[in-house]
């Protein structure tokens, strides 16, 4: 801008030919916009190699998440039962001690493994969990609950080995789960997160519902009908149409993540040969996934879940405690420990348990 101005000046007061001040003019407008070319590509480059950095220090540093000794695969019916145990569970996020400690893990699901004693004076790390005993029976339907901080969603990482256990064990049908491929457990056990989570825009449905296509479109329009989305995803192009996420409202989210869930039971199903889904058992999770729900939409997911997974353990963490009232049990954590564990219908109307005191301040 100052050259213009400059070159303006001069061309005024010389008295200068005007074609020439007009091929200056052109040229100097020419000048700046390859200027602000020369800038952008700089910084292009220059985020560039920050990205090829950053991609350096991961592979170098980042440590797999796979340990030694997680080699077995389960069979594709396990957890036929859904059989739960934890036993003496503890676990920390925290890992700051004054001395090397290596965890034990033992393949035996008898054994349990464990930090070994130090030999001097360490800093004991804050335990998000600690002694956990729980022992679930096949087809319990198990509400979670606690105030904000106490342990819930790290028993669910645990079951998941999105968290390692500073000590104890979790066995499900029997099978220890410090020796089972992390990949093929999350394969085997069914989730539904708080949030869902999509694919990159642009991606299509069916994509979206079975990233692994393993599903065909038949099955895919079987469990979008059973939610109610499938007027909603046919108006869009259907299934092998694009979508965007910032389509769906918060309920729809929701729903397409139980559409998932649905979907992989049904494959699962298909794979061990079942005729129908009422024979097969499992292991459900839920993250508090009605919390970003309308009521309505909340009572369709449920009706939904108590149907098609009759036969299934769940495990549900929730915020919500008048959705739990018809579980068989709900157990209350409390700064990482066991306080209560009974009839959820039972404890709601005792003013000095714990959970009692969760519903009145809920309501209150």
Sequence with gaps: MIMAVLMTTLAVRLHSNAGFTGASIVSLMSFAEN?????????????????????????????????????????????????????????????????????LVTADPNERYSAPEPDATFDQPKMVLNQINLNIEPGEKIAICGRTGSGKSSLISLLLKLL???????IIDGVSLHCIDRSALRQSIFAMPQEAVFLPDGTTFHLNLDPSGVSTLEECEAVLALVGLLPFVQERGG????????????????????????????IRAKSMGAS??????????????????????????QDIIRTEFKRFTILAVSHRLNIVMDFDRVIVLDDGRVVEIGNPAILAGQEDSAFGRLVKSSRG
């Design 239 to 266: 299934l092998t149409a694009g979508m965007e996420a910032g389509t769906f409202s918060a309920g729809q989210r929701q729903l397409m993540s139980l559409c998932r869930v649905l979907l992989r039971r049904r």
């Design 164 to 170: 390692d256990p500073l000590s104890g064990t979790i």
């Design 35 to 103: 200027l602000s070319g020369i800038v952008i590509f700089y910084t292009r480059l220059e985020t560039s190699l920050g990205a090829i950095s950053r991609l350096k220090s991961f592979q170098d540093d980042v440590k797999p998440e796979d340990q030694d000794g997680e080699d077995l695969v389960p069979p594709n019916h396990w957890p036929s039962t859904g059989s739960v145990q934890l036993c003496d569970l503890s676990a920390t996020y925290e890992y700051v001690h004054l001395f090397e400690c290596s965890l």
């Design 276 to 301: 129908s889904y009422d024979g097969e058992g499992g292991v459900l999770i839920l993250d508090e996934v009605s919390s970003n729900v309308d009521q309505d939409t909340e009572r369709a997911m």
